[in-house]
């Protein structure tokens, strides 16, 4: 079955300190070992048979419009465009109305995607869920890149970072989207997160004895959609470009 994909890929604002390296109004558009962010994710998804349509959410349509390789992209049918809501979570929101379910969705930034992760991804969604997560383990991560500094949500079973992969599988992962709104401003602060989940919870993740399961038992009753996740072995998922560090080790990767 063809899966239709979301590519988030707004901007920031003018003080994203990526853009303002590469001198762009969208970090999509940085270049990372001489090719666009966008573009690494765009060919990644176009190489992976399930992927289907892939929409890429962003304020100026133009920048995709006219750039080459993505304008055929576009004028062929296999991208379309979608108006950036000013934060991730009301642009999934948004993408979930003109593209229902299931849903894929992925960050522009994501610039050492390769399509096997999502294949991978993919081929593990458990089959009882509504909404999805890609995470890698802190050993996996610290293993692929040992000198890099991830956020890791610290769980009893284990330490886990984002993968920037998301599958939107049922009607009834819209819920999720509302919690997404609470966190997305919090995310880089594990602990205020966690809040969300009730003193009980905050109580256990103090303690050190909240597992992940559990952390997802709370967050499918707080939005009435069944959250899972599938853990991811290659650490190099958890890597995104964020800050100048990221894009100095994204660079120095892909030029090997």
Known sequence: MSIPCLVLAGSRGPEDPVAKLGGVS????????????????????VAVPE????????????LVRDHPELGLLLAGGRLRLLAAEG????????????LGTPLFVT??????????????FLNHLPADADVCAGLARSEVVQAAVPDTQRTYLRFADGHF????????????????????RQVEAQRKHPLRMIRLLGPLAVLRFLLGR????????????????????VEMPQGLAAVDVDKAADLELAERLLSR
Request: net charge positive; proline share 6%.
């Open 51 to 62: 992927i289907g349509t892939i929409a890429i959410s962003i304020e100026r349509p133009e």
């Open 87 to 98: 934060s991730p979570s009301r642009s999934v929101a948004a993408a979930l109305e003109a």
């Open 161 to 180: 970072s984002g993968c920037n992969l998301f599958a939107f599988r049922t009607p009834a992962a819209r819920g999720a989207v509302e919690i997404w």
């Open 107 to 120: 960050t522009a930034d994501h610039a050492l995607l390769q399509p096997d992760w999502v294949q991978y």
């Open 26 to 45: 969208h970090k999509a558009f940085v270049p990372v070992a001489g090719i666009p962010m966008l573009v690494r994710v765009v060919r990644a998804l």
């Open 210 to 229: 909240l597992t992940l399961a559990a952390a997802l038992r709370r967050l499918g009753r707080l939005t009435g959609a069944r959250a899972a996740v």
